[in-house]
């Protein structure tokens, strides 16, 4: 069983966005039984609260099923129980290593780094386009299952 935790600022845009695209995905190739995939954020700001409307509508466009996602933050725990840790940008990467007590176990990323072009995911929390952040996250889950099917699976 492979563990994927996503992380993004507030748990309601980049992050649950990549959650339910690698689901979607995981389950078309029929692995989903292989897999366990979760997202956080690095702040509590947004605790408790649904995706927001512009995720769902995204999300809603390209028909891809999403569940009933409550924001939550990050936790130590969650270092110990997700093998990947793969964050929307450098900041996230930074919070999430602070938040955790540091990456001595290696499984801190951010997204794009698995794609042919390393880079921060824009926060569409302040840009509204939506439909960036889904082709970036879509490239970067596409360059993380290479990795993985080269490497892991
Ligand atoms: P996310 O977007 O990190 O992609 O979920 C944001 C959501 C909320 C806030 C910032 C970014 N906020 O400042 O509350």
Same mark, same amino acid.
């Given at each position: 069983?492979?563990?994927?935790?996503?992380?993004c600022?507030?748990n309601?845009?980049?992050?649950?966005?990549?959650?339910?695209?690698?689901?979607?995905?995981?389950?078309?190739?029929?692995?989903?039984?292989?897999?366990?995939?979760?997202?956080?954020?690095?702040?509590?700001e &947004?605790?408790? /609260?649904s995706?927001?409307?512009?995720t769902?509508?995204?999300l @809603?466009?390209? =028909?891809?099923? #999403?569940?009933?996602?409550l924001?939550?933050?990050?936790?130590?725990?969650?270092?110990?129980?997700?093998?990947?840790?793969?964050?929307? &940008?450098?900041? /996230?990467?930074?919070n999430?290593?602070?938040?955790?007590?540091? @990456?001595?176990? =290696?499984?801190? #990323?951010?997204?794009?780094?698995f794609?042919?072009?390393?880079?921060?995911?824009?926060?569409?929390?302040?840009?509204?386009?939506?439909?960036?952040?889904?082709?970036?996250i879509?490239?970067?889950?596409?360059?993380?299952?290479?990795?993985?099917?080269?490497?892991?699976?």
């Amino acid at each position: 069983m492979i563990k994927v935790l996503f992380v993004c600022l507030g748990n309601i845009c980049r992050s649950p966005m990549a959650e339910y695209m690698f689901k979607s995905m995981v389950k078309k190739e029929g692995l989903e039984n292989d897999f366990y995939i979760d997202s956080a954020g690095t702040s509590s700001e &947004e605790s408790g /609260n649904s995706m927001h409307y512009g995720t769902k509508n995204k999300l @809603d466009q390209m =028909n891809i099923g #999403y569940g009933n996602h409550l924001a939550r933050k990050i936790t130590k725990q969650d270092y110990e129980k997700f093998d990947y840790i793969l964050c929307m &940008e450098e900041r /996230n990467v930074i919070n999430a290593e602070r938040i955790v007590g540091g @990456d001595f176990k =290696n499984k801190i #990323y951010r997204l794009l780094d698995f794609s042919d072009k390393p880079r921060d995911i824009a926060d569409p929390w302040y840009t509204g386009n939506f439909d960036k952040t889904y082709e970036d996250i879509s490239q970067g889950l596409q360059g993380f299952m290479k990795y993985l099917k080269k490497n892991v699976l």
